[in-house]
């Protein structure tokens, strides 16, 4: 498949473990937080979203925290699986700007 | 109901020419956004389009511009190309402009400049 990035930070599971794939935002005025999962070959595909006025996100197997202090976003998969291997990305924005900023990104291995 | 599709999936062009990138967003939607996608640089902001306007532009040279239609649909455009133009761009859709709107992408078009 196609490389979406090179020399990027990798996180290697065992199928059934939970993952945490962590990122640091650069605007302290952003105020809405997502995750995308980007497969080989494809785009970036929506997984959760959060916006500044919460700590906390829970989606299916999926949880995002949010740490505005420190600008720190953390994305949670509960019991791992194959098919969640890919790249995973955080990107910010603030109200009135809709453009993303987005993470250098996460490939998440497993096995 | 369908996604973001854009056209064609992959092209291979040489340096000088140009090239023009179709995108047509979720029906309803009528925020499109194109970004670049680079090894090196990773997922990069290029325009934002709304109601046939450009909103945003990112950082890059006039070579990339853009439009919108009436309908929504986008193309992207670039002249002049040059080989650290070969990406994956996407284009991606989102119902509201500038209000935190969440953003859908398509599959992408993988462009190669030889």
């Known amino acids: 498949g196609e490389s979406v990035g090179l020399h990027l930070p990798t996180l290697s599971v065992q199928e059934g473990d939970n993952s945490i794939i962590n990122c640091a935002y650069s605007n302290s005025a952003s105020d809405y937080f997502i995750w995308y999962k980007q497969e080989s070959g494809k785009g970036p595909q929506f997984i959760i979203d959060?916006?500044?006025?919460?700590d906390k996100r829970q989606g299916q197997r999926v949880t995002v925290l949010l740490n505005k202090t420190v600008k720190h976003l953390s994305l949670q998969i509960a019991a791992t699986q194959p098919g969640d291997s890919a790249v995973y990305f955080c990107a910010e924005s603030f109200s009135g700007y809709s453009t993303l900023t987005f993470g250098k990104g996460t490939m998440l291995l497993v096995s | 109901k369908a996604g973001v599709t854009q056209t064609p999936r992959y092209l291979i062009k040489t340096r000088g020419q140009q090239v023009t990138l179709s995108c047509s967003p979720i029906s309803g939607h009528r925020s499109v956004s194109w970004y670049q996608q680079t090894p090196g640089q990773g997922l990069q902001f290029l325009f934002e389009y709304f109601s046939e306007t450009q909103r945003n532009k990112g950082n890059f040279p006039g070579r990339f511009s853009g439009r919108q239609f009436s309908n929504s649909r986008s193309e992207m455009n670039v002249s002049t190309l040059e080989l650290g133009d070969s990406a994956l761009y996407l284009c991606a859709s989102s119902f509201l402009a500038g209000d935190s709107d969440t953003q859908y992408f398509g599959p992408g078009t993988r462009l190669t400049v030889l």
């Open positions: 959060i916006r500044s006025n919460m």
